[in-house]
């Protein structure tokens, strides 16, 4: 079956460490996003990659970093910089060009300890 | 820079009524509109996705319009269920295809 996972679905993080989020596809889009979700807020984009090898940074990137070494694989690292990380993190993705679906995983909620 | 707003932004009704969600967007330059379920502490979940050229789409006793022009969309839910109970949001893309959320509707049916 064709989706996105996500891994873990829980984490929990101690003040002062860099934690990395898990994000795999085998839609064969070339486009893939991460979205952070709080209460009351909605989803704010972190990052987006619209091809291999290339990232953008979206609204919300500072504490954050990502890779995109591979078309399947955009794993999401929280760093110490990020003072507030503690949200439902969401993994998305879909072709780049405007007219196509997204698709979403099912989540990792992170906790800072 | 596109705004997505959703009217009501919480919905409680009893079995077997008939829905509309409301989606708003500021920038009529899109190339489609999506509509999504989430259940608490999932992922989104598609439902619909209307492209700009499309008035409506249908899937089961789901039924979305677009008004591209107007700047709006709108859900309808016909013989809602307890199963139905979850938030939907909609997202626009347009040329930066980036898509923009709306913060989404909270929906309740009750038994």
């Known amino acids: 079956d064709g989706g996105i996972t996500q891994s873990p679905k829980y984490l929990f993080r101690k003040e002062g460490q860099n934690v990395t989020l898990s994000c795999e596809q085998n839609l064969n889009h070339d486009a893939m996003y991460w979205y952070r979700q709080d209460p009351g807020q909605g989803l704010r984009l972190i990052y987006y990659s619209q091809i291999v090898n290339d990232f953008q940074k979206g609204d919300i990137a500072e504490g954050y970093s990502v890779s995109r070494e591979k078309k399947e694989s955009f794993p999401l690292t929280v760093t110490s910089a990020q003072k507030n990380p503690t949200a439902f993190y969401l993994c998305?993705?879909?072709?780049?060009?405007?007219?196509?679906?997204?698709?979403f995983g099912p989540g990792t909620r992170l906790t800072v300890l | 820079k596109q705004e997505v707003t959703q009217i009501p932004a919480a919905l409680s009704v009893p079995e077997g009524e008939n829905l509309v969600l409301n989606c708003s967007f500021t920038d009529s330059a899109i190339y489609n509109l999506q509509w999504f379920r989430q259940d608490p502490g999932k992922g989104l979940t598609s439902l619909l996705l209307i492209q700009s050229s499309q008035r409506e789409q249908t899937s089961g006793r789901l039924n979305a319009s677009l008004d591209k022009s107007s700047g709006r969309s709108t859900l309808y839910i016909a013989a809602s269920q307890p199963g139905d109970s979850a938030t939907y949001l909609c997202?626009?893309?347009?040329?930066?295809?980036?898509?923009?959320f709306g913060r989404g509707t909270s929906l309740i049916v009750h038994p």
């Open positions: 998305a993705s879909k072709e780049p060009a405007g007219g196509n679906e997204q698709f």
């Open positions: 997202a626009v893309s347009g040329g930066s295809y980036i898509p923009t």
